[in-house]
């Protein structure tokens, strides 16, 4: 059984393993869904194909009937920062799409999102998601036993300020990253911001899913009718990137990344034994 700190799970080395077997459906699925997406394509296509690709893993989607949610995955276009509901809504060039996926493999979660553009998208859009993208590994990077939740945002935030232009990026804070594990949603959040005060200490054996969600424009949010669409208020792009992690004495392992993280980590300079698992 997993032990609970202060209300946190805490998983053995080998249940953390059975989670990276979660993550690596969730990993296939999205590269499947990364070459699927392109100009004429329906967002729910997308949600069949990654549907078909979950339980072909022998696997479950974590999002279908979550709290009502009606879909396998959420695909969010352009405005829509995340939850967007897969339709019969057809991409085309220029868009720019955030697919969020999640499957349950043996009771154990993998959660993970990536942006993708649609054909030639603008260059500041390529650029949002570069910063989005590079901000989670840095967040990434910054999971080490003995530190702290907080060093995580504090990271996704210092990454993305420190870009050309960072400043005006809109950095969302309703929506944040989370513990994972026998349930999807566990405790501690984890915001992707600096944050004040203390925060849980980070001891082997945790599983996070860090997700900045990062706003060309302010980072005010609301949601639309169908109360899951959050969209950015000003109608500027967001870019939404995420990836499970487990918090191991050898170092952060991604587990929803194919390579368990070893190649950014490398180009960050952060050495991590545990990213190079099989």
């Not at 996704?156 to 929506?175: K, L, N």
């Not at 169908?226 to 208020?233: E, I, P």
């Amino acid at each position: 059984m997993f032990r609970r700190r202060d209300r946190i799970e805490i998983k053995t080395p080998e249940q953390i393993a059975l989670m990276r077997e979660a993550g690596l459906v969730v990993a296939r699925t999205l590269e499947l869904l990364r070459t699927a997406v392109a100009p004429g394509v329906t967002t729910r296509a997308l949600d069949a194909l990654a549907e078909e690709s979950i339980r072909s893993h022998g696997a479950t989607p974590s999002f279908l009937g979550y709290h009502g949610f009606p879909a396998s995955i959420c695909t969010s276009v352009n405005d829509e920062v995340v939850h967007g509901i897969p339709s019969d809504r057809v991409l085309v060039v220029g868009d720019q799409i955030s697919i969020d996926c999640g499957a349950i493999l043996a009771g154990w979660h993998g959660d993970a999102a990536v942006t993708v553009g649609v054909g030639e998208i603008d260059p500041a859009a390529a650029e949002l998601s570069r910063v989005a993208e590079d901000a989670l590994w840095r967040g990434l990077a910054a999971v080490r036993v003995g530190g702290r939740v907080g060093d995580i945002g504090a990271a996704v935030e210092s990454s993305v300020r420190s870009e050309p232009g960072g400043a005006a990026y809109g950095i969302v804070e309703e929506y944040v990253g989370h513990g994972i594990g026998t349930s999807m949603h566990m405790d501690p959040n984890v915001p992707n911001y600096a944050l004040s005060g203390r925060s849980p200490t980070l001891v082997a054996g945790m599983a996070l899913a860090v997700e900045p969600m990062v706003c060309a424009g302010g980072r005010t949010v609301h949601t639309l009718e169908d109360d899951w669409t959050v969209v950015t208020s000003d109608g500027m792009h967001a870019c939404h990137w995420e990836h499970t992690v487990a918090v191991t004495d050898e170092g952060p392992w991604v587990l929803t990344a194919l390579d368990g993280g070893a190649e950014r980590f490398a180009a960050l300079g952060v050495w991590s034994p545990a990213a190079s698992r099989a």
